[in-house]
């Protein structure tokens, strides 16, 4: 991960750490705050604990997003004391709502110049944000409105299992992974588990990223903690309530980076200092295996 | 089994009116928070064939548990598809296949319009920063029509919101449903608001009218916590009480620790 991180993220990229509640790669987000990068613009449809500690690491300008929240808990607040009260300093916001954002990664991968869709119609959020921008259909039936395709220069993908080459497949929730890896110049690959190409080709449905148009490719186990990945483990609930007093108070967020990030010289280390019993106690309560298809032999 | 429950919180009132509300209905959009619990109860009571649709990219959810948060990977287990986030917008919510989207709101006014961005009369300064849209945007111009739950206070139900994220009946009934067709909205807007006083729906208006208060609830309590004069039904009716069953429900299956329903 050091190496990825120092490789392929600069200061002043736009970056997007990707995965709806699910599979959201807090190891790259820890290494980069732990590489005292600066001046990134920070792309998520829901920014989550993982930017609010980035943001509340120094490492962003700039924030592109549609919802801004700790998922059935409360407020970002790292992230809150920057927009209401510029402390320690402003940050630069670009609000879109879900559709939006998954539609400016579709432009972005698709190479098109907008994406339409029917939203916004009758709202405040063309006015808080101008690059929103109502258009005329070229067929002559009525108003959608636009938005501007999203190219990060960085996409992170946190994902079950990959082949050394970075074809990478997911379950579970795909939120727009996919999409924001398309659309991205670089792509950073964070797998669990590292397979033979041969379980890939036998089950190419799931692949939802070639190694094609990825940089490299981190194992990473419980990379994801504290959200979590289908049919390993669940997420720890407990820290996102954690979070939520740790995060109303700038001197309890610095004191926590400096014993979880700083501290620490990578995962493995955060995974010792979370303890063996923290670890097991997310493990699912059982398991739902999936029936194989066949895909049969075509010679 | 457990005993026989008969005194209830508000919020569990608030909770149970809005399951009660889905009976009848098909495909549910599942929005952020207090709606989680209340189509959860209602899948488990009025509305067994519902399909549960989450903007995490999950149509027919069969949730094992009351899902922590929308993107809970219980919602995933069991169900009929999980689709990409673009899918699910696309197709399935601006494709014209979502009954109600069932939204929380922090503001609203009398036409349903609905605030979860900022506080304040400054977008760049707010007093208070909120979420923002998610997917509520586009669901309550999308989605057939839109259910809405959210406690009752001066500060949430307020004559003019700070920002609109949500369209509702924007300035009333008429123009709503003039320009909803004119820009091909598939919705037809807010029909039902259920906050832990009572129940409204919508007049021809287009403006939010009381039509059932909850047990224990006053006028004197739904005029103390509304920023206009409120509508009234003929004869407002007095929500049923909360079942036994549906008590047992959120409080042993769905919610043991209360956190929906102090």
């Known amino acids: ?299 | 089994m457990t005993e026989p429950q008969t005194r209830f919180s508000r919020s569990e009132m608030m909770i149970v009116a809005a399951a009660r509300e889905l009976a009848g209905q098909h495909v549910c959009f599942v929005g952020v928070g207090l709606p989680n619990i209340a189509v959860n109860l209602a899948k488990r009571t009025v509305a067994p064939d519902l399909e549960l649709v989450y903007e995490a990219g999950v149509f027919g959810a069969e949730p094992a548990r009351l899902p922590l948060s929308i993107g809970d990977p219980t919602i995933v287990t069991g169900a009929i598809a999980v689709t990409s986030m673009f899918e699910l917008f696309s197709f399935y919510l601006q494709g014209g296949l979502i009954d109600v989207g069932f939204l929380g709101a922090a503001q609203i006014d009398r036409f349903g319009n609905i605030n979860t961005t900022v506080i304040g009369d400054d977008y760049a300064h707010p007093k208070t920063r909120l979420p923002g849209s998610g997917g509520a945007c586009e669901i309550a111009i999308n989605a057939r029509q839109v259910f809405v739950i959210m406690r009752q206070s001066k500060r949430s139900f307020v004559e003019r919101i700070d920002f609109r994220t949500s369209p509702g009946n924007l300035g009333g009934a008429e123009a709503a449903a003039r320009i909803r067709r004119e820009q091909g909205w598939l919705g037809s807007g807010p029909s039902v608001v259920v906050t832990d006083l009572g129940i409204y729906h919508f007049d021809e208006t287009g403006e939010m009218r009381l039509d059932s208060l909850h047990p224990g609830a006053t006028l004197k309590a739904v005029r103390e916590t509304i920023g206009w004069e409120p509508r009234l039904a003929e004869n407002v009716a007095t929500t049923p009480e909360p079942t036994p069953e549906e008590l047992r429900l959120m409080r042993v299956e769905l919610d043991p620790g209360g956190s929906y329903t102090k």
């Not at chain 1, 692949?207 to 148009?213: C, E, N, Q, V, Y």
């Open chain 1, 1 to 299: 991960m050091r190496d990825a991180v120092a490789d392929l993220v600069r200061d002043g990229d736009t970056v997007a750490i990707e995965g709806f509640t699910h599979l959201i790669s807090f190891a790259a987000g820890h290494e980069i705050i732990r590489q005292r990068k600066r001046d990134l613009t920070l792309a998520r449809l829901t920014p989550d604990l993982i930017y609010d500690q980035m943001v509340a690491g120094g490492v962003a300008r700039k924030l592109i997003f549609s919802w801004l929240g700790n998922p059935g808990v409360g407020g970002l607040n790292a992230i809150r004391r920057r927009i209401e009260d510029a402390n320690p300093g402003p940050l630069e916001v670009e609000e879109y709502s879900h559709f939006g954002m998954v539609g400016r990664y579709t432009a972005g991968a698709a190479n098109l110049p907008f994406y339409p869709l029917r939203s916004y119609f009758e709202t405040d959020l063309p006015k808080a944000n101008p690059l929103i921008r109502e258009i005329e259909s070229p067929y002559g039936d009525g108003k959608v409105y636009a938005v501007p395709p999203l190219r990060p220069d960085v996409t992170v993908v946190h994902a079950q299992r990959a082949d050394a080459a970075g074809n990478t497949q997911v379950w579970g929730l795909l939120g727009c992974q996919k999409e924001a890896a398309f659309a991205a110049e670089r792509v950073i690959v964070v797998v669990e588990e590292l397979v033979d190409e041969a379980i890939i080709r036998a089950d190419p449905n799931r692949t939802i990223i070639p190694g094609l148009i990825v940089d490299a490719v981190v194992v990473e186990p419980w990379g994801a903690h504290p959200s979590y990945v289908q049919g390993a483990y669940d997420r720890d609930n407990r820290f996102y309530l954690d979070w939520d007093p740790i995060s109303r108070d700038e001197t309890a967020v610095q004191a926590w980076l400096g014993e979880w990030v700083y501290g620490l010289d990578g995962r493995a280390a955060y995974l010792d200092k979370l303890g063996s019993e923290r670890v097991a106690s997310l493990r699912p309560s059982g398991s739902a295996p999936s029936g194989s298809v066949d895909y049969g032999q075509y010679r």
